[in-house]
């Protein structure tokens, strides 16, 4: 029930910010959400949903961050060292 | 599917697993407190490729299991009147109470009917005028905002046919009841980073100073689970103790500002009981005064229910990370998820659950048994 998954946005319905719904697109499942949660979202913006709220607007370069972690790590010592 | 396969790259997660195997020269116990989390380690067999030394314990992150039994049965009582849609998640429809399920309620006639998201519960109420529409109200602070919304909603348009059983608990009094238990042998934290991206993290710094535990705000597929381990395990290796955000794409340091204000404008913190824990203080939600005439215990008077656990259940240890589910004796014989004996069993995301679907002869697994600390 906890689950929340990312989707695209690819339609919002309404302009009040606090009333609007958005059509978001689950690889190729689409839901209507309610984007009460995210006003400053735009179009073609990646959200989270869970139980039909979008709850945040995916931050691309923070995604990114996963990523270059470990290059980041591997020039510090620790990793260097062998393992005890 | 954009920000989902790309996390779930064998190589990413050996390259994790081996900066882990590097660093890790101690044996540590980490928690991750979610079950959306416990059911994601399980099923791609993440602690397996953790050194033998560092043990995951699986937390109480999970609202269907932690939702106690008098509540089951104030949710069978009020479903069980006449007149009376009942909605809730799938996932409360089969957990046991004293004598029933929802789904038996269904059977023998009552109107049990699960829905995706609190505003179909609303939704049905208007199309209903007639009916009295009850929603179970079931949910950590990710699920809050949601429930939140439909209460304001129900007032704002007047729907006086609607009302919520609320079963709502936080997880930073759960952290601390579980640090400050003498038999505690939990390390370091993953946050639970959608919890996260509602409340933020700010209150999580007071509990990392107090009990010197790192806590990662940790995201939910394999490689997210893997960083967040790596993060702790390098505070813990240089005796650090800080919170950091591993979630960062999703999770900002105040959280989400909309959702809470209307968090705080209808519900107030109250001391809640957890199932197989017992009660902790300012551990949960209720409906404040403003939006009493909501709450469905007092619009049906089931109040005074109460109910005790099955001595037989240990999902109340499960929980706190002090025993496996392997470890119980029921587990596999007398409780399967198609006749489950406590709710860790019921749910998907209960530990005893991701165990039995993922790991059947998990007795014999010695792998994910062998960095066990003993306990009495
Ligand atoms: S296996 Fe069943 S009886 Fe044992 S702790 Fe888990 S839910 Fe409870």
Known sequence: MCLAVPGKLIEIHGEDPFFRTGKVDFGGILKEVNLAYVPEVLLNQYVIVHVGFAISVLDEAEAREVFSYLAEMDGLEELKEPSG | ?376
């Not at chain 2, 989902?4 to 994790?16: K, M, Q, V």
């Not at chain 2, 989390?37 to 030394?53: M, N, R, S």
């Open chain 2, 1 to 376: 599917m954009k920000f989902i396969e790309e996390y779930r790259h064998a190589e990413g997660a050996l390259r994790y697993a081996n900066a882990i195997h590097k660093i890790a020269t101690r044996p540590w116990t980490v928690m991750e407190i979610c079950g959306g989390q416990t059911h994601a380690i399980v099923k791609f067999g993440l602690d397996e490729l953790l050194p033998k030394t560092i043990t995951l314990v699986h937390g109480p992150g999970c609202p269907v299991c932690v939702t106690p039994l008098e509540l089951i049965d104030k949710a069978l009582a009020i479903a069980s009147f006449p007149g009376v849609i009942f909605c809730s998640f799938g996932d409360m429809l089969r957990v046991p109470g004293s004598q029933a399920d929802l789904f038996s309620v269904k059977a023998r006639g009552g109107d049990v009917r699960i829905v995706y998201s609190p505003l179909d519960a609303l939704g049905i109420a208007e199309a209903n005028p007639g009916k009295q529409v009850v929603f179970f109200a079931v949910g950590f602070e990710t699920t809050a905002p949601a429930n939140a919304m439909a209460v304001f909603q129900a007032k704002k348009k007047k729907i006086h046919n609607f009302s919520i059983l609320v079963s709502h608990v936080l997880v930073p009094p759960a952290i601390e009841a579980i640090l400050s238990s003498p038999q505690n042998r939990v390390q370091a934290f993953l946050a639970a980073g959608h919890v996260c991206t509602i409340m933020g993290y700010e209150e999580y710094d007071p509990i990392a100073e107090r009990y010197a535990v790192p806590i990662v705000v940790t995201g939910f597929e394999p490689l997210d689970i893997l960083q967040g381990i790596l993060m702790c395990v390098r505070q813990l290796e240089k005796g650090e103790h800080r919170v950091e955000n591993q979630y960062a794409r999703s999770v900002r340091r105040q959280g989400n500002p909309m959702a809470r204000s209307l968090i705080q404008e209808v519900f107030r913190v109250v001391a809640r009981k957890w199932r197989g824990i017992g009660e902790i203080p300012k551990s949960g939600l209720a409906l404040t005064a403003e939006y009493a005439e909501f709450d469905a215990e007092t619009r049906f008077g089931v109040q005074e229910i109460h109910a005790e656990e099955s001595p037989e259940c240990i999902s109340g240890l499960v929980l706190q990370g002090l025993k496996k589910p392997y470890e119980c004796a029921a587990f596999g014989v007398r409780c399967t998820p198609d006749r489950p004996l406590g709710a860790t069993m019921v749910s998907s995301e209960g530990a005893c659950a991701a165990y039995y679907r993922y790991r059947k002869g998990a007795r014999g697994v010695a792998s994910s048994a062998q960095g066990e600390v003993p306990h009495s």
